[in-house]
């Protein structure tokens, strides 16, 4: 598929993290402990996927520790997502409200309630972990924006995506593309850069319009290029929610014109991006020692998914109709919901 494909203007380095081994080790042993992969043909597409790899190239410069954390975060947002975009829970709300609640209940800090962790869904389980491997030092602002992109990642992905899948609604772009950072839970990749890089941006950095032009480009940058390397998986599935559908369905485009027209807009957004940097370390030259890495760990981003959508079979399959048949890859126990009932359909889409 990749030859076929428009070119993707990105201008920033190709690195990787040279902790990579360990941490696709690490992955193998944090899956199988929390109970999130565990059967034969789920292990060999999570293995496939190589997250490692992803990991190593959007955050290269993280130390060994926190290379494993972030990669936790990574695999437990695309099991999830799988779960919630590729099967019949996509399209069904309601099924999702009970372990959406548990989830938030860990996030907010308001406990699981009595169950006891053998009774709690995988991904409850590995959340918990997360939630306190992750949260000791960080600072108070930190966690609230960090909290409230995971929350609201979870509540637009159980609710919009699949209520628009249940009722048969098609987004506008804009719609979709003010959504779409938080159903690709990039907002929460982003914030993990000030945990692997040591770093603390104060609010008002945060506010910054410039700084929130930075984050805002390059999160559409990593999602859009997603959605041009997914199209062909999403197509075979029936998935609206990608914006060269999109761009094809409310303009008339053809294909080859939709994937162009988007790959120009990711180009735009890209030195959208670096107009913001060079602003914000003009305006901020006493910050440096923060914004550099900070936006550097933005420009890893950019770079890195781009490389690892390029190489990964999980966009590049040898068949596509594999795509087909979700089932043989999603697990119940993930979420803790059963099979979907008889007159449901299971088409679904996959970041």
């Keep these: 598929m990749e030859n076929e494909l428009p070119y993707i203007y990105c201008p920033f380095p190709q690195r990787t993290n040279p902790h990579v081994a ?9 899956t199988r402990n929390t109970g999130l992969v565990h059967r034969d043909s789920a292990r060999e597409r999570f293995e496939q996927a190589d997250f490692g790899a992803f990991v190593g190239m959007v955050y290269p410069t993280a130390n060994e520790h926190n290379l494993d954390l972030v990669a936790d975060w990574f695999v437990w947002l695309f099991l999830v997502d799988d779960q919630l975009d590729d099967g019949h829970l996509g399209r069904s709300p309601e099924r999702v409200r009970d372990v959406v609640t548990l989830m938030r209940s860990v996030v907010e800090g308001t406990g699981t309630g009595p169950l006891p ?4 869904p995988a991904a409850v389980v590995a959340l918990v972990d997360l939630w306190e491997r992750t949260t000791p030092n960080a600072a108070a602002h930190w966690l609230r924006r960090f909290a409230w992109h995971l929350v609201t990642y979870l509540t637009t992905a159980t ?20 959504k779409r950072r938080h159903t690709g839970a990039i907002h929460v990749c982003m914030d993990l850069i000030e945990i692997v890089a040591g770093i603390e941006a104060p609010e008002s950095i945060h506010n910054d319009p410039r700084f929130i032009v930075a984050v805002e480009s390059s999160c559409n940058v990593v999602c859009w290029a997603n959605d041009v390397y997914s199209y062909e998986k999403e197509q075979v599935l029936g998935e609206i929610h990608n914006l060269v559908h999109l761009v094809r369905h409310h303009r008339g485009y053809g294909k080859q014109q939709a994937l162009e027209h988007v790959c120009a807009e990711i180009a735009t957004e890209t030195e959208r991006f670096l107009a913001a940097e060079g602003e914000l370390l003009m305006a901020y030259p006493q910050l440096s020692g923060m914004l550099l890495p900070y936006l550097d760990g933005m420009r890893s981003w950019m770079r890195g998914n ?3 959508s390029r190489q990964t079979p999980r966009y590049n399959p040898a068949d596509v109709n594999q795509y087909k048949a979700p089932e043989q890859y999603l697990e119940a126990t993930v979420l803790g919901i059963g099979p979907e009932p008889a007159d449901c359909g299971a088409e679904g889409r996959v970041d």
């Design 306 to 308: 781009l490389d690892w």
């Design 159 to 178: 609710t919009w995506e699949a209520g628009n899948r249940a009722d048969g609604v098609v987004p506008s772009e804009d719609t979709y593309i003010a």
């Design 117 to 120: 962790d053998e009774d709690l």
């Design 22 to 30: 360990h941490t696709r080790e690490h992955l193998d042993k944090w």
